[in-house]
């Protein structure tokens, strides 16, 4: 389950403009300190996740399957997905 917090207006401000329109940032949290890393060399995955996704063969088809939809543009926008997600669990 993800962790929220909450950051003041300065803070989403900064975050906002250091990360307007990059699709990878990876986020790595040191006790107090947060490291945030902008991947623009999309080749790149780390090892880790890489043979996470090696090992399983379920997620590596899904993510081919995601990659494939994404090309198609078959996709939804963050405002559609929470919409879903707000209507089905409001049944």
């Known amino acids: 389950m993800p962790k929220r917090i909450t950051l003041d207006n300065q803070a989403k401000d900064t975050l906002w403009k250091l990360l307007?329109?990059?699709n990878d940032v990876i986020v790595d949290v040191y006790g107090t300190e947060v490291r945030?890393?902008?991947n623009r060399d999309?080749?790149?995955i780390p090892e880790d996740i890489a043979a996470e996704?090696?090992?399983?063969p379920e997620l590596k088809q899904m993510l081919l399957d995601s990659e494939e939809d994404i090309?198609?543009?078959r996709v939804y926008t963050t405002e559609e997905a929470i919409r879903f997600i707000k209507d089905y669990h409001s049944k």
């Open 20 to 22: 307007h329109g990059e």
């Open 42 to 44: 999309h080749s790149f």
């Open 53 to 56: 996704i090696e090992a399983d």
């Open 36 to 38: 945030m890393t902008v």
């Open 71 to 73: 090309i198609a543009g």
